[in-house]
Structure formats: C-alpha cells, structure tokens
C-alpha cells in the first residue's frame, strides 16, 4: 500500500556529512509514524530514529543523538536523516520504514519498508 524510496547513500570521510531522503507513495504520509533503520555488515537491523506523525515525537538511538536529526515534510510526502559527525562505525545499509501508531523502536513492529540506501564511511 506503501511505497517508500531512499536515496542519498554514498562513500564519505570519517567526520563529513550526508542527508539521506525517503520518498513515499500515499498522500496520507502524514498519518504514519516515520523510522530509519540500519544494518551494518555481519549486524542485525538496528533502529536509529523515528518521528511520529507531524514531527512533534522523535526518538533515537543513544549511538547517533546529538549527531543526526530526523526530519519530515508531510506536504512534500518527504523524511529525511541528517548524519553528521560520520565515523566508520555508521557504515550500514539504511532503511527507511512506516507504521500506523505511535513511535517505537522495534523493527518488526514497522509495517512498511523502503529498499535501503547504502552509507559507507572511510577512514
């Protein structure tokens, strides 16, 4: 029902920057909380950020406050990741995903998933 498209991967140097997009398919992306997740070579799939439905909740993982904000703009049907301060620990592939009900921190209780982005950090 939900289509969600990430881009904005690619190769950075330990301590740049990159946003990452997530483009959804429904105009009803406004009633959908909003979480980015990640996974690392040889790692599970671990969270990183969520939003609820007009950014007023947000929540992340201790390893990434401070250095990333998560963001939406429900009229462009749009999340982002700001990912500063990088280091090589960052590197994973990086999902976007959707579920209808308040922010959580486990993936499986995400309904929807994008087909993920790949964030690779060099020394």
């Known amino acids: 029902q939900v289509q969600l498209v990430e881009s904005g991967g690619g190769l950075v140097q330990a301590g740049g920057s990159l946003r990452l997009s997530c483009a959804a398919s429904?105009?009803?992306?406004?009633?959908?909380?909003m979480g980015w997740f990640r996974q690392g070579p040889g790692k599970e799939r671990e969270f990183v950020a969520a939003?609820?439905?007009?950014?007023?909740?947000?929540d992340y993982a201790d390893s990434v406050k401070g250095r990333f904000t998560i963001s939406r703009d429900n009229a462009k049907m749009t999340l982002y990741l700001q990912m500063n301060s990088l280091n090589f620990e960052d590197t994973a592939m990086y999902y976007c995903?959707?579920?209808?009900?308040?922010?959580?921190?486990?993936?499986?209780?995400?309904?929807?998933w994008g087909q993920g982005t790949q964030v690779t950090v060099s020394y």
């Open positions: 995903a959707a579920r209808r009900g308040r922010v959580v921190v486990t993936a499986g209780d995400y309904e929807f």
């Open positions: 429904t105009r009803t992306f406004s009633h959908f909380t």
């Open positions: 939003i609820s439905w007009f950014g007023r909740d947000t």
